[in-house]
């Protein structure tokens, strides 16, 4: 079963930057999409982006233009860059991974992002 390990995040100000990665390691399949969900306190989780392995991306409207979302298929790591960060950004961010196959999806333990104003 694969494992996803995320790092990254953590506290910054309102027009600052932070990156977070996502992992995988163990006994994974192949990959379809790599993507992140955050969820704010007393909110449902919510599509942030993703990133199929052939390269296409998709965003949340709330944070396209300053998020960037990327992946290195050979490390099955995926990144979230997010740029001009604003205090409704505040949430714990999830990674996760689509496997072609039946394989259940993969989820990463969560990181904390914290957006100060």
């Known amino acids: 079963q694969a494992q996803l390990v995320q790092s990254g995040g953590g506290l910054v100000q309102a027009g600052g930057s932070l990156r977070v990665s996502c992992a995988a390691s163990?006994?994974?399949?192949?990959?379809?999409?790599m993507g992140w969900y955050r969820q704010a306190p007393g909110k449902q989780r919510e599509f942030v982006a993703s990133?199929?392995?052939?390269?296409?991306?998709n965003y949340a409207d709330s944070v396209k233009g300053r998020f960037t979302i990327s992946m290195d298929y050979a490390k099955s790591t995926v990144y979230l860059q997010m740029n001009s960060l604003k205090v409704e950004d505040t949430a714990v961010y999830y990674c996760?991974?689509?496997?072609?196959?039946?394989?259940?999806?993969?989820w990463g333990q969560g990181t904390q992002v914290t957006v100060s104003s």
């Open positions: 996760n991974i689509d496997w072609y196959g039946n394989l259940p999806v993969s």
């Open positions: 990133i199929e392995a052939i390269g296409t991306t």
């Open positions: 163990g006994s994974t399949g192949t990959i379809y999409r």
